[in-house]
């Protein structure tokens, strides 16, 4: 081995490997693992966003395709190994993403269709006739809403001229973008395989959640071909084999949207294990078994994995939209601090919130409320209150959302949450995480490996191909790096959730439908 590669290798030992491929909202990155579960290398590259109009979010999917065959060779050049010392390829991805493609030539038809965008919106409460948001919840746990990919490619089917046509002829594939992924890896026009796991198929609102099928009466609902979709497997199984570029012959092994994916990385395997991810918004999931577990607490139900052909197991999901972008918009917009990372030493430099508390509704409210007529508001407002305790307020924010989800858990499941487990950049910040501890009073642990996502394809990979045993040596790879204890006392903790709660109140109803027109 020449000198120039040990570096990426030495402490690994000679392999074999796992390869990740996260295809993320604003990135798209591949990360090797070795048998432990640790990073040997890793490569990224951002791709366009594309805001047509307010509230339209399109990504260009052919970049995409490009940047991940990119960052696989990047990934596996810097690990100083060839494709023979790779047993599987594991796939993650945004989820709701929706795209469609000829399948003759593999041209899109259009940008993708990201799964912020809010251009449904009038589409959705036309489907919901008489019945409103709930009307396909109890075959798909979810609420109508722009969120899902359902609506997005109704859309698609009446706005690209044609596009109906050359669907219901055969012509046409739809699939979020694991799908676009292993469809371009296993051979695209030549062959290429279309599939998606029951994780992202969950996330269509075409998927029943009680037999793991296509929906025939929500297709003709929804006016949706059956001849676009992809079929759906389970998330750790051989789909394939990758057929050109550096990774040529290595079976691609699993498929798993990313808030999943999280979940099995941070190796929540047993009934009432929950992980909370925090990025630009916040995602926390619960694993509730093999029986979903219908929401009536505004959280979705969705499925968490399903490994081979054993059971699927489901899980409880709740979304905040506006984490660690309240961050980011504290520096940019209100310049009140010039990085990420000042917020906390900003914040720890007051006791409390000054009586100051900031519900960061900039897109409406997401779980438990799904009120999109809600929009941020500071309240609790008086001369004494200084930006360090807006600062201090902006952090409250994510802790104060993260326990109404817990609390909706609770309710929905009758499971009491014993620990949770996070990841995601904002984990970094170590008053935060007190914060989360205090008010959930519950413990938080850090794990190791922050890179979850990935982690949870590169297992479920390697499970399909029995590069690990089973369930248990990967739980046994899991590594806490750091736990925070509440220390608030109860009397507090309950005040102060009353007074969260008060100022989210004052955010609903701000937009009336005639401000919208």
């Known amino acids: 081995m020449t000198d120039a590669h040990t570096a990426g ?7 074999p490997f796992i390869a990740a491929i996260d295809q993320g909202t604003t990135s798209s ?15 990224q590259r951002e791709h366009e966003q594309i805001f047509p109009k307010p509230g339209w979010v399109e990504h260009d999917a052919k970049e995409i395709w490009a940047n991940v065959e990119s960052v696989v060779a990047g990934a596996i050049s810097k690990a100083g190994i060839t494709s023979a010392d790779v047993k599987a390829i594991g796939i993650t991805n945004q989820r709701e993403t929706t795209l469609m493609w000829d399948k003759n030539t593999g041209e899109p038809v259009h940008n993708a269709i990201v799964w912020q965008d809010t251009r449904t919106d009038a589409l959705c409460k036309e489907l919901g006739r008489n019945v409103g948001q709930d009307r396909f919840r109890r075959e798909t746990g979810l609420p109508l809403a722009s ?3 359902g609506p997005k490619v109704r859309w698609l089917l009446d706005n690209v001229e044609g596009l109906r046509e050359r669907a219901e002829a055969g012509d046409i594939l739809f699939g979020t973008m694991d799908s676009w992924v292993i469809w371009n890896l296993t051979g695209g026009t030549d062959g290429g395989v279309h599939v998606t796991d029951v994780t992202n ?3 269509t609102m075409l998927m029943n959640l009680h037999d793991m099928a ?5 297709l003709h609902s929804m006016g949706i071909p059956a001849a676009v979709l992809p079929e759906i497997r389970s998330s750790a199984e051989v789909y394939g084999h990758a057929k050109a570029g550096v990774l040529a012959g290595v079976p691609v092994a699993s498929a798993l949207g990313d808030q999943q994916a999280a979940l099995f990385g941070q190796t929540c395997f047993a009934e009432g294990e929950a992980k909370s991810t925090y990025g630009t918004g916040t995602f926390m999931l619960m694993n509730t078994g093999e029986t979903p577990v219908n929401s009536y607490n505004g959280l979705l139900t969705t499925v968490g994995y399903r490994i081979g052909d054993q059971k699927p197991v489901y899980a409880l999901e709740g979304s905040i939209a506006v984490t660690g972008s309240l961050v980011q918009w504290m520096r940019d917009q209100m310049g009140l601090i010039n990085s990420a990372a000042e917020i906390e030493t900003l914040a720890s430099s007051v006791e409390d919130n000054g009586g100051a508390y900031f519900v960061p509704a900039f897109s409406g409210l997401f779980a438990p409320y799904w009120r999109s007529d809600a929009r941020g508001v500071i309240a609790g407002l008086t001369r004494y209150v200084t930006k360090a305790h807006i600062a201090r307020a902006v952090l409250e924010a994510t802790a104060w959302q993260t326990r109404e989800i817990t609390d909706a858990m609770t309710k929905d499941s009758g499971v009491e949450l014993s620990a949770l487990k996070v990841d995601g950049g904002m984990t970094s910040n170590n008053l935060l995480m007190q914060t989360l501890s205090d008010f959930l009073d ?13 982690l949870g394809a590169a297992y479920a990979a390697g499970l399909a191909v029995g590069y690990w045993p089973d369930t248990d040596a990967l739980r046994a790879n899991w590594r806490r790096a750091a736990e925070w204890t509440p220390r608030m006392p109860a009397e507090q903790r309950d005040r102060e959730y009353k007074s969260w709660l008060k100022a989210v109140e004052r955010t609903m109803g701000w937009v009336e439908d005639s401000d919208e027109a």
């Open 201 to 203: 198929a969950s996330r």
């Open 214 to 218: 296509w929906d025939e009466r929500i």
């Open 442 to 454: 519950a413990p938080v642990v850090r794990p190791m490996v922050a890179e979850t996502t990935c």
């Open 29 to 43: 990155r591949c990360i090797v693992f070795d048998t432990d579960g640790r990073i040997v290398s890793v490569d």
């Open 147 to 149: 969120y899902f990919s």
């Open 9 to 15: 290798t030495s402490s690994h030992g000679a392999g």
